[in-house]
């Protein structure tokens, strides 16, 4: 009754699937260095808290249902907006003070914030999680011939995607995005036009972190909703960035997709070393594209 | 009076260190002489080379692998068991130095994440390391065939003697011509060149030196500790040295060891605490950042030792 | 400042030294400790962690607080599941702090490192959080026991039932650690025994967050049995997937192989059902276990799991057979432990072999249907109860010197 016969026929078949379900993460991994690379790209941080702000944006989800019952469609809106209101506070009252410095500071001072993010929701909720149930329109899968598609995962793709591609877009094709990255290029000299830098900058962090809640609303639930859960994805998603090329959001895109194709038939060949895949790739990369796939050379 | 006020807290220091173990739980103390080590040779690549390596713990760890199958499987005594772990860990950092060197800043620190995080994936499938349960039970055994190190004393001591000569290396590379020239690299690599220094072979050398001053202490723990785990690869472990030599001090002789000695204090006094350690551990940071980034001894030194204003302490250039 | 100053400050540096030292040392000479260990803040703290200290303060409290005329206290600390911090905490408290006994001990890695330090100090320790059945196996020591379950009583428990129920065909999803691997080859072991066959597995590397390929492959496997041999939120991720593809759905089963009660608390009835797993202590059981466990609920807001009720028994067993003993002295106290049936209302039928395990009765549950449960923490029915001698009974021989010959 299920598609798993036909998979029996080797390996055409078994292999797309596996390259079906490579896709699905690449779409988290892609979600998530978005973020990363959107700040990277103006404030010049490496925003270690990342991870721990992807978390939250599931422990969000998860306290809109458990206290107001609120459901995961409003979630969905209201996470990125609420955890992103957190990222511009970290912004206005820390990271603020370490313009001008070398970014390995602001590597070091998230890398801090989230330790504390996570020590202090690991005390709270303990380490085995939370349940969170996937909404009712979306439960059930489809038989594609080849596998049985959770409809979830299809809707990951699709809507992370989507987000992928207007991000890409407000960024590259509009005044907004132009400014952001003239920003970037030149404070001093836009600062001169009469924008108010400091108060871009703010904001680009603020969506950079809601960025990370969405893929958390999204991750909550496929996976248990954790206070370990960020901690685990953060340093693979720092290789997707540097690997795409730091700061360049089109990088960050295609080289969150391919990676997760990749450790998606690492996964079948050499499951054991699906983990460490990345690390020999980004070795690779920089050695070879110094400045990463796509980005600008150093 | 400046120089006065050295040889006092040298003096003071130096009592200190050969009575501690009857001040102190000896173990306690050589665990935080270890890290102070690897703190110390991380630093040299931080503070004086401008590089932030983000993979030390393939040399600590990587050492301390070599150094527990040597001394348990092969019988090697300890003290060529160390130095098996120390060479190690010098080959395995000229193999990372060649590819790593001609990156600076972020991209550095990546390209030594990423060799790091195999070596992790070398310690975890390679059969003779043991998965996660890592090399346990290594004899310490006798030094030179004559000291029983299971003697507690005589362990503190020979670990004493070891991150002495450790430091010793460290401050006498950093003070000799050789430490000049990377000092120069670091302040203005082009200029450096032009001057017909080779930058590329100064700066491999120095992470060598690193590498091997690290495997070192990694090697010393594994007899201290009577293993080797896959803990000490992990990549979380670079992370630590990174905090020690920030809260310590970037490029002060003493920042390294003091704050290694402050973070193992803390673990150990909040080891009952849970998940505040972290929430503690992660403020550190966070205040360290902001606040004094010369770190303890950068900040504090230059008052205690009577000098009306300190050099400034170098903090880790931009690339 | 003046050169006064100067030497002034090192000296004050030496005397706080000193005094800090000293203060150190200062531990009232008459009591008894016990030491437990525990994952207090990472993966596996909810199963053992905070919980674990109340239990063997309870345990302590129960005994009446004193033994041979000394105050009993309960230390505790968090070994953040590193084998390193693990045996420096542990030494300390061996050699410094007069702890007599340590206990909990989550995590292989932290057991097996432990074990070391106890048997060069001479102290006892009894485990109840790790695992692998090589603590007593190639690695026993002498006064140590292995209290609450281990990989072989698990792999007996879950791996015989299935296999007689008409699992004969396996399919593993393995952690690719130490204990993923243990837990992996002693279930082969009883699966093969039992007359089933094992068609394939998947080494999963620890902490990976997505099981979906690996769920595809045990899936193409048509294996009738997905054996889970990882643990804690490996456990937790790969279970809810396997519910999201629709596994369950399609005929297949899977065993849990390491998965407490507090795993299927988080994941919720609804995708947890029908799971099979073995365990020791079930807190609904018999109206003592039910009187014990709200005792610990009114603490700690959960239900206890094995290991923390483990502990509870632990170290009354401990405090009885130093009373007994009249000593504190390791080998006397571990041979008064070996020499009674060990037998409460947590470890039932139970003796210590040689080797150091403790022999006792498991049970094999299964996690109940929404439908079927009353209560937030009514979770489980019980299936089985599997006699301790074949619960612990080693498919390949021990390899422990002390009863190999």
Redesign the interface.
Known sequence: MFSWLHIAMPPAPALFAQLLVGLINGSFYALLSLGLAIIFGLLNIINFAHGAQYMMGAFCAWFLLDWWGIGYWPALVIAPFAVGAVGIAIERLLLRRLAGLDHLYGLLLTFGLALVIEGLFRQRYGSSGLPYTIPAELIGGKNLGFMFLPVYRGWVVVFSLTVCLATWFVIERTRLGALLRAATENATLVQAFGIDVPRLVTLTYGAGVALAALAGVLAAPIYQVSPLMGANIIIVVFAVVVIGGMGSILGAIVSGFALGLIEGLTKVFYPEASNTIIFVIMALVLLVKPAGLFGRAA | ?SR??GL??S???I??ALAAPF???P??VM?ALCLALFACAFDLLLGYVGL?SFGHAAFYGGAAYVTAHCVKVWGFPPELGIVAGAAAAALLGSVFGW?AI??????F???T???A??V??FA??APFT?????I??VPRGRLLGLIDLNHPLAMYYFVLAMFVVGFAIVRRAVNSPFGQVITAIRENEPRAVSLGYRAERYKLLAFVLSAALAGLAGAT?CLV???A????VD?TTS?EV?LMT?VGGVGTPLGPVVGAFVIVTM??YL?????????I??????V???TF?RGIVGVIAPC???RAAAPPAP????P | MNGRFAAVLPAALLAAALLVAGGAGAQSPDAVRIGVLADMSSLYADLGGPGSTVAVQMAVDDFGGSVLGKKIEVVSADHQNKPDVASSIARQWFDEKGVQMITDLTTSSVALAVQEVARADNKVILVNGAASSDLTGKACAPTSVHWTYDTVSLANGTGAAVVKAGGDSWFFITADYAFGHALERDTTAVVEANGGKVLGAVNVPLNTADFSSFLLQAQQSKAKIIGLANAGGDAINSIKQAAEFGIVAGGQKLAGLLVFVSDVHSLGLQTAQGLQLTEAFYWDQDDKTRAWSKRFFDKTHKEPTMVQAGNYSATMHYLEAVKAAGSLDSAAVIKELKSKPIDDFIIRNGHIHDDGSLVHDMYLYEVKKPTESTAEWDLYKLIATIPGDQAFKRPRGNECPAVKG
């Open positions: 009076m006065r006020a006092w807290w003096i003071a220091l009592a200190l001040l102190f739980y173990v306690f665990r932030l590819l001609r990156r600076q800043g972020i991209y620190a990546m390209i994440l990423a060799l995080q195999m992790a994936f975890l499938q043991g998965g996660e349960d890592g346990q039970a723990k500790l009577q293993f785990a896959l803990s000490d990549w992370g990174v920030l673990e150990n080891a009952q605490a849970g998940s505040w350690v972290t929430v551990e992660g403020l550190i940071f966070i360290c950042v902001l980034r205690l030792t009577g903090e880790p250039s931009p």
